[in-house]
């Protein structure tokens, strides 16, 4: 590489002599280093045949967010947010008929003895932890709604009846019972590992025995089974995530034709795949040694590292079949080709190294892992495609015809980049600098606003036409609760002689703030503590409809607490110390959940009641606006990280202010063009999207270190900057353009995916491709003559030897 006008020829001397050193040592022992890559590869796919899927619902929650920590110290009192809902839903007329409700039981049944399944919180009209209250001669009673004298075979008019009542009675209509009585409910919690084995669950084996056992066995043409909850939704992405390698098929067919069409060599085609191919193995075999698995949400990046790796790929043919036109031997194109190319390669591999590696300051598990395969990934890259490329290619051997004609085409190739190399004019330079600032502004203007957080009602990463999408809105439409619900926690202390079950004030408090909330947009309902309570209060009078109000008398609120015992399981602790206040949404979307979540902290900051204390979130839309703020609070930070990787690699690299410049201004341009894209594409910020974000900052810096390296060595050899930067795009420019558009073309093929998060980021990895190599064929070489005309290199800058040079 080039030294700089402030770069010593000492030090420039110590880095050649270092990579020269590299290169004796890798080809003098060429058979035995290639020996050394197949026998690891090997023992890399043995241990890659054993490595899993792997998902789990802790592995997405930030554990450090006060959200996350009351959701933990209170899932097991109150409801928590790993929810499954099966509907039974009567295809014609209600459930009121002896046929569904009997299937309604086969699910009950089918559901509490599913591995996985808590048993303690299954509910449904046939579990004995669903009561009604009913005034006897005998006093105050609470009794199931299907009492056990109710079996399915007496079940007649008048016992449908009966059961139909007591679910009015019960409060159940809009719960667990639709409000148009057509559907059924039964919840479920599940446990994220099996209490007996200590084995986490595996969503895609539940996810079958949810299909084989429930759908498949009680659905039919008079009954139809629904199914939502966090389960389910990994469940489904994750039949639907092992369909990605024929995506990945397809990709990797077009990249290949690409690259034959490039280089019309069947030899030079197949080896960057093949060693690109090689590090992903690598990576897998890695993988299963650390003991992670392949989260759902997480397939598809092993496979934009492989996009890397081919990025990489085509710069060392391109690199290689440019010598041979020289005159060189192969074997002395390859050498080159590693020496020329190790520098800038290995600054753009480590700074992907590091943009990822910074995710894992993020404190959400999964993303961590992700950081850390990625990591992994790309830091073999450096081997494979910098190393084990240039060394295989030295045993190939290729005619000066063969050469010539590759030449001959990219020089056919290049030929409209005469018109692009205008940009090395000063005059020119300026207006597409000039250019570059206006639209850096229109995209951070656009961006503004853009969301963290889903932005599609159900789950984001499935198509809207999705079965569990269907299912959810649904769900949603007929039920006052569904899939989505925030559970703000009420921590009640003692008052005085009152213990936390005989304070009416407390009481009143939380069914001020029931009402409250039932005005914020998005809320579709409210249950409480104090809604059960409403109920048996009324109930004690007679069923008086104007007594469906909060007891003020300590003492009697005490005795309808003991009462309402078996009716307040998953609102209230024991001692009555937590109690929690669902809030039914509409969706779980980033805007519907932080505008609930405003309305919670304003009223929090409003109200006060001493001895309460309120507490943010349980409920899985709890769990979303913790993992959104974790979100939204890290993505500068990691974007800065990134950004000061960036600097300070290619200060060390270049010693040269002027290239930190240079390599990032198309770089933020870009990073500001995605947010634009994604706000426009209604993409939102999400455990899925900002790893993506990171890596396409990656892919730009690759094509930027190829340009730059390339520009600094023309200038190192004492040609003009203008001269310099027409000579760099005639030889590097097809390669960068070609690369872009090959990667492009694969991964827009993933628009065509069944699941909705690997559609959106084909479309915004096509973009971000295509948009980071526009940004620096263009912009960066402009701005590289603006800055040499602004601040002048001085004169006698040593130059380039001619090893290196080439």
């Known amino acids: 590489?080039?030294?700089?006008?402030?770069?010593?020829?000492?030090?420039?001397?110590?880095?050649?002599?270092?990579?020269?050193?590299?290169?004796?040592?890798?080809?003098?022992?060429?058979?035995?280093?290639?020996?050394?890559?197949?026998?690891?590869?090997?023992?890399?796919?043995?241990?890659?045949?054993?490595?899993?899927?792997?998902?789990?619902?802790?592995?997405?929650?930030?554990?450090?967010?006060?959200?996350?920590?009351?959701?933990?110290?209170?899932?097991?009192?109150?409801?928590?947010?790993?929810?499954?809902?099966?509907?039974?839903?009567?295809?014609?007329?209600?459930?009121?008929?002896?046929?569904?409700?009997?299937?309604?039981?086969?699910?009950?049944?089918?559901?509490?003895?599913?591995?996985?399944?808590?048993?303690?919180?299954?509910?449904?009209?046939?579990?004995?932890?669903?009561?009604?209250?009913?005034?006897?001669?005998?006093?105050?009673?609470?009794?199931?709604?299907?009492?056990?004298?109710?079996?399915?075979?007496?079940?007649?008019?008048?016992?449908?009846?009966?059961?139909?009542?007591?679910?009015?009675?019960?409060?159940?209509?809009?719960?667990?019972?639709?409000?148009?009585?057509?559907?059924?409910?039964?919840?479920?919690?599940?446990?994220?590992?099996?209490?007996?084995?200590?084995?986490?669950?595996?969503?895609?084996?539940?996810?079958?025995?949810?299909?084989?056992?429930?759908?498949?066995?009680?659905?039919?043409?008079?009954?139809?089974?629904?199914?939502?909850?966090?389960?389910?939704?990994?469940?489904?992405?994750?039949?639907?995530?092992?369909?990605?390698?024929?995506?990945?098929?397809?990709?990797?067919?077009?990249?290949?034709?690409?690259?034959?069409?490039?280089?019309?060599?069947?030899?030079?085609?197949?080896?960057?795949?093949?060693?690109?191919?090689?590090?992903?193995?690598?990576?897998?075999?890695?993988?299963?040694?650390?003991?992670?698995?392949?989260?759902?949400?997480?397939?598809?990046?092993?496979?934009?590292?492989?996009?890397?790796?081919?990025?990489?790929?085509?710069?060392?043919?391109?690199?290689?079949?440019?010598?041979?036109?020289?005159?060189?031997?192969?074997?002395?194109?390859?050498?080159?080709?590693?020496?020329?190319?190790?520098?800038?390669?290995?600054?753009?591999?480590?700074?992907?190294?590091?943009?990822?590696?910074?995710?894992?300051?993020?404190?959400?598990?999964?993303?961590?892992?992700?950081?850390?395969?990625?990591?992994?990934?790309?830091?073999?890259?450096?081997?494979?495609?910098?190393?084990?490329?240039?060394?295989?290619?030295?045993?190939?051997?290729?005619?000066q015809e063969y050469a010539q004609r590759a030449i001959g085409r990219r020089e056919q190739h290049s030929r409209w980049l005469g018109g692009l190399a205008l940009v090395a004019r000063p005059r020119n330079a300026w207006i597409v600098v000039a250019l570059g600032a206006a639209l850096f502004g229109v995209a951070v203007w656009q961006s503004q606003g853009r969301h963290v957080g889903s932005l599609q009602a159900g789950a984001a990463e499935l198509r809207p036409e999705a079965r569990f999408n269907r299912d959810a809105a649904d769900i949603t439409a007929r039920f006052d609760v569904g899939l989505d619900w925030l559970t703000v926690v009420f921590e009640v202390a003692p008052a005085g002689q009152l213990d936390a079950c005989a304070r009416p004030d407390a009481q009143l408090f939380m069914d001020d703030f029931a009402q409250q909330m039932s005005g914020v947009p998005g809320v579709l309902s409210i249950r409480s503590v104090a809604d059960v309570l409403k109920g048996v209060n009324a109930g004690l009078n007679e069923g008086n409809p104007k007594m469906a109000t909060i007891t003020r008398d300590a003492r009697g609120l005490g005795s309808q607490f003991g009462s309402a015992n078996n009716q307040l399981h998953g609102f209230s602790s024991s001692d009555c110390r937590a109690q929690g206040v669902n809030l039914y949404l509409s969706d779980h979307k980033a805007t519907t959940i932080k505008g609930v979540v405003a309305a919670v902290e304003q009223f929090r900051r409003t109200n006060r009641l001493d001895g309460v204390n309120i507490r943010l979130a349980s409920g899985n839309a709890g769990v979303q606006a913790a993992t959104n703020e974790v979100l939204e609070r890290s993505e500068l930070p990691m974007m800065l990280y990134v950004y000061a990787a960036i600097l300070l690699l290619v200060l060390i690299a270049y010693r040269d202010w002027r290239a930190m410049l240079a390599c990032c201004l198309p770089l933020t341009v870009a990073t500001w063009l995605g947010y634009w894209f994604m706000k426009d594409l209604n993409i939102g910020l999400t455990v899925a999207t900002l790893p993506v974000m990171v890596l396409a900052t990656g892919i730009g810096v690759d094509y930027a270190f190829y340009i730059y390296n390339r520009l600094q060595l023309h200038l190192g050899a004492g040609i003009a900057i203008s001269d310099a930067v027409e000579r760099t795009l005639h030889e590097t420019g097809v390669a960068t353009v070609f690369t872009a558009l090959t990667l492009s073309i694969g991964v827009a093929t993933w628009s065509f995916s069944p699941l909705q998060f690997q559609a959106d980021m084909g479309k915004l990895l096509t973009f971000m491709f295509l948009v980071n190599m526009v940004m620096a064929v263009t912009l960066l070489p402009a701005f590289a003559v603006v800055l040499e005309t602004i601040f002048p290199r001085r004169a006698g800058m040593p130059r380039m030897t001619s090893s290196v040079a080439h």
């Open 1 to 399: 590489m080039s030294s700089s006008s402030t770069q010593g020829p000492a030090k420039d001397g110590r880095l050649q002599r270092l990579v020269a050193g590299l290169e004796s040592v890798l080809f003098r022992r060429r058979f035995a280093v290639l020996l050394a890559f197949g026998v690891f590869t090997l023992c890399m796919a043995v241990l890659t045949l054993g490595l899993r899927m792997s998902a789990g619902f802790e592995k997405t929650l930030p554990q450090q967010h006060e959200y996350i920590k009351t959701f933990n110290q209170y899932r097991e009192a109150l409801f928590g947010a790993n929810r499954l809902i099966v509907v039974v839903h009567a295809c014609h007329g209600t459930i009121w008929n002896p046929p569904v409700l009997r299937q309604l039981l086969g699910v009950t049944e089918a559901v509490n003895y599913l591995q996985g399944v808590d048993r303690s919180s299954v509910m449904s009209l046939w579990t004995p932890n669903v009561f009604f209250t009913e005034i006897t001669e005998e006093g105050f009673k609470a009794l199931p709604i299907t009492g056990g004298d109710i079996i399915p075979d007496k079940l007649n008019p008048q016992v449908i009846a009966d059961i139909r009542g007591r679910v009015a009675a019960g409060g159940y209509l809009g719960n667990l019972v639709s409000r148009d009585q057509t559907s059924a409910m039964v919840l479920a919690e599940l446990q994220d590992s099996d209490p007996q084995t200590g084995q986490a669950l595996d969503y895609r084996v539940f996810n079958q025995l949810l299909e084989d056992k429930v759908r498949k066995r009680f659905e039919n043409a008079d009954v139809e089974i629904q199914i939502i909850g966090f389960a389910k939704a990994i469940g489904d992405i994750g039949e639907e995530a092992s369909r990605v390698m024929e995506f990945f098929g397809i990709a990797l067919l077009l990249t290949a034709l690409s690259v034959y069409w490039y280089c019309r060599s069947l030899r030079l085609t197949m080896l960057p795949l093949v060693c690109s191919l090689s590090s992903l193995v690598w990576q897998f075999g890695t993988l299963r040694l650390l003991g992670f698995g392949l989260d759902p949400l997480a397939i598809l990046v092993p496979f934009l590292v492989f996009a890397i790796g081919v990025s990489h790929g085509v710069q060392q043919i391109n690199f290689i079949v440019r010598e041979i036109a020289a005159g060189r031997n192969t074997e002395q194109a390859a050498r080159h080709s590693f020496t020329g190319l190790l520098i800038p390669g290995t600054l753009a591999l480590v700074t992907a190294f590091i943009s990822f590696i910074t995710l894992t300051l993020i404190p959400i598990p999964m993303i961590r892992e992700l950081a850390i395969a990625a990591s992994i990934g790309v830091g073999y890259k450096i081997v494979t495609n910098l190393v084990m490329l240039p060394v295989a290619a030295s045993y190939f051997s290729f005619s």
